[in-house]
């Protein structure tokens, strides 16, 4: 059994990754407890609503990480290449190198979605535009940025679960080296 978690912060990290395990619905509140090492009294009283509300929880919680991951990246100072670098560095990190499922994906099913109504819509949305943004910061037209920015979160998306698939990081990691060219130059 993990060691106790001493804060609800420590908690909701612990939620996370069991969700990323597990998935939602095979996330029972024995596999939560044993993952956060708190009973389940504890846990209610971190979470009053059970599991609906560790998952809001979790679901904020990795707002903070994907806003900090890229979106602060792409927003700050320096050339857009080095931005863009460092937008990809976060998105290892967010992800394990690959190693971690995608927690967006994880909100558009079954019962993870009606505790997070809107969330991966909103969260592929921002991405989707903050893609789109660089991509036309480098010269591309709206619509073509638009479309290199579709292109660019279709093969994250693609290259997590491939990596996943093959238990290597690699997919994962080569696509993320090849994240600034795409949106710089579109191939």
Known sequence: MPAIKSSRAEAVEAIM?????S?????????????????????YHYFPNGKEDMAK???ARAVELVVEAVFEPLTGAGNLKARLQKTAAGLSKFYNGGKASCLVDLFTIGEAEAATPGLAKAMAEALL??????????????????DIAERAVIEIEGALVLSRALRSTRPFQHMLARLPALLLTGA
């Open 57 to 59: 929880a979790a679901a």
């Open 17 to 21: 990754r069991e969700f990323r395990n």
């Open 129 to 146: 535009r903050a893609f789109a943004g660089a991509a036309e910061e480098a010269g591309h037209p709206k619509k073509q940025a638009k």
């Open 23 to 43: 998935g939602y619905d095979a996330a029972s509140l024995a596999r939560l407890s044993a993952a956060t090492g708190l009973g389940k009294s504890s846990l």
